[in-house]
T-cell receptor, first 117, second 113 residues
Framework: KAGVTQTPRYLIKTRGQQVTLSCSPI?????VSWYQQTPGQGLQFLFE???????NKGNFPGRFSGRQFSNSRSEMNVSTLELGDSALYLC????????????????FGPGTRLTVT | GQQVMQIPQYQHVQEGEDFTTYCNSS?????IQWYKQRPGGHPVFLIQ?????EVKKQKRLTFQFGEAKKNSSLHITATQTTDVGTYFC?????????????FGTGTRLTIIP
């Protein structure tokens, strides 16, 4: 079956603008998590959505927000972009949410590389 | 906040040698996950450990979760060139109903043929 897809793959934006990234999970997966990866800070957890509800949240400012639709597709929005937001944004999907214990397994998409100038 | 230390940062080994990466948390964890990321690729989920003292094996890979659920290790026996990549641990801790995943800084493994 098809893997996790993310669009767009590459994006260039200017400081102050906003951006919306999209993630389509593996068919049947209801949990979608978002991550930011940078050389300096590494991989950081943004948030997790399950059945259209935000279940868990990392330590990012309110400029970072997300949502999940009834078909489990998810979008992430970053408003008032800053230079430091340049990163690879990864989404991952899983059948069950993060708090499910031993049955948890998530699959990452290829990521969206965002450059803020 | 939660700290997750992962060591070493880099490891160069001869093909056929063993490799181990360690992950240590300052707080007790609900579970720990391990990922592999090849250069230019995205992280690939390897395993999740939940129980205190748990040991799991996947072919040449052995994963351990400490008795106190504060540390974990990944050991690869007889490395192969296909093992090249960065190995991350991700520690999950529930705090007031919010489960956060904190990733370690990763250990980049290179293999000398």
């Amino acid at each position: 079956k098809a893997g996790v897809t993310q669009t767009p793959r590459y994006l260039i934006k200017t400081r102050g603008q906003q951006v919306t990234l999209s993630c389509s999970p593996i068919s049947g997966h209801r949990s979608v998590s978002w991550y930011q990866q940078t050389p300096g800070q590494g991989l950081q957890f943004l948030f997790e959505y399950f059945s259209e509800t935000q279940r868990n949240k990392g330590n990012f400012p309110g400029r970072f927000s997300g949502r999940q639709f009834s078909n489990s597709r998810s979008e992430m929005n970053v408003s008032t972009l800053e230079l430091g937001d340049s990163a690879l944004y990864l989404c991952a999907s899983s059948l069950v949410p993060l708090t499910s214990g031993g049955s948890y397994e998530q699959y990452f998409g290829p990521g969206t590389r965002l450059t803020v100038t | 906040g939660q700290q997750v230390m992962q060591i070493p940062q880099y490891q160069h080994v001869q093909e056929g040698e063993d490799f181990t990466t360690y992950c240590n948390s300052s707080t007790t964890l609900s579970n720990i996950q391990w990922y592999k990321q090849r250069p230019g690729g995205h992280p690939v989920f390897l395993i999740q450990l939940v129980k205190s003292g748990e040991v799991k094996k996947q072919k040449r890979l052995t994963f351990q979760f400490g008795e106190a659920k504060k540390n974990s290790s990944l050991h690869i026996t007889a490395t192969q060139t296909t093992d090249v990549g960065t190995y991350f641990c991700a520690a999950a801790r529930v705090n007031f109903g919010n489960e956060k995943l904190t990733f370690g800084t990763g250990t980049r493994l290179t293999i000398i043929p």
